[in-house]
């Protein structure tokens, strides 16, 4: 079992950067590949990136490639998103999960945080 907790969303204007934080505990957390995930209102989820849980291979979705970058941290069991030249299509609730492998796809990820609000104004 994996939990897993986000932070660091919030309200930026279009240009700005912003770091989203994903804390994961349980016995086995660091073996997982971690997934970023986006919902905006209206709209389905979406794969925004993923980090093996190594570290060594990462695959952003082509929206935000170029601006955002996927990182992790095995001794803190922590995954960030670094969001950088932020759009206002960008707003949507940010979710990290995890997975034993890496996948583009959501069904894919049986552990979920709880989500976290970022918007980008214009």
């Known amino acids: 079992q994996v939990q897993l907790v986000e932070s660091g969303g919030g309200l930026v204007q279009a240009g700005g950067s912003l770091r989203v934080s994903c804390a994961a505990t349980?016995?086995?957390?660091?073996?997982?590949?971690m997934g970023w995930f986006r919902q905006a209102p209206g709209k389905e989820r979406e794969f925004v990136a993923y980090i093996t849980s190594s570290g060594d291979r990462t695959n952003l979705a082509d929206a935000v490639k170029g601006r955002f970058t996927v990182s992790n941290d095995n001794a803190k069991n922590t995954v960030y998103l670094q969001m950088n030249k932020m759009k206002v299509d960008d707003t949507a609730v940010y979710y990290c999960?995890?997975?034993?492998?890496?996948?583009?796809?959501?069904?894919?990820?049986?552990?979920w945080g709880q989500g976290t609000q970022v918007t980008v104004s214009s």
């Open positions: 999960a995890a997975a034993r492998f890496p996948t583009v796809l959501s069904q894919g990820y049986p552990y």
């Open positions: 349980g016995r086995t957390a660091s073996s997982y590949a």
